[in-house]
């Protein structure tokens, strides 16, 4: 469902996947090969949200802010997050069921673990690994883990064409 709030409606780039049972409202912008899946909520009532190129956005994850929030390329949601931050980068793998709160910023690839919550305007450095509750750099992510992100980012927009091409949308 896709509506329109205060005269803002979302921006769907014609080649992304956008499930027909997720809620998409306001000021969101999704870029190229990206797909949202059933269940998602991205509100944008509090600022713009912007997703880029290639990203995957899995079942039942809720993103919002109470500023402006921008995912950008490659970045791999996993099911039931809770993306509250600033700034996500490139190539990042946020884990399932993780919390990542208000004014964080995650640089380029890095991992937030499974489970791990990040409290308010935590920085994570570029090719960490954040586990634990609250979370906590744990060390650096290896060259396999990058190739992770990337191959599920990858398997996503594949994912994403073939519903696309079925008219699941």
């Known amino acids: 469902m896709i509506k329109s709030l205060d005269g803002k409606t979302p921006k769907i780039h014609k080649d992304a996947f956008v499930s027909e049972f997720a809620y998409l409202v306001g000021d969101v ?8 899946w059933p269940g998602v909520v991205i509100r944008a009532d509090s600022g713009k949200i912007t997703i880029g190129k290639n990203t995957c956005v899995q079942d039942n994850s809720v993103i919002h802010g109470d500023a402006d929030v921008e995912i950008c390329d490659s970045v791999v949601i996993g099911h039931r997050v809770m993306c509250h931050a600033a700034v996500v980068k490139n190539n990042v ?20 673990g499974s489970g791990a ?14 586990l634990g509750v609250p979370g906590r750099v744990k060390g650096e992510i290896k ?23 079925e008219g699941l949308m």
Do not use: F, Q, W
Not at 29 to 36: R, V
Not at 95 to 112: A, H, K, M, T, Y
Not at 149 to 165: D, F, M, N, Q, R
């Open 29 to 36: 912008e999704i870029g190229a090969y990206s797909s949202i």
């Open 93 to 112: 793998l946020l884990g399932n069921g993780c919390v990542v709160n208000d004014g964080v910023v995650i640089e380029r690839e890095s991992i937030i």
């Open 117 to 130: 919550m990040i409290i308010e305007n935590m920085k994570i450095p570029s090719k960490s690994l954040v």
């Open 143 to 165: 060259e396999k883990h990058i190739e992770l992100i990337k191959s599920t980012a990858e398997h996503y927009v594949e994912k994403g064409k073939l519903y696309k091409s």
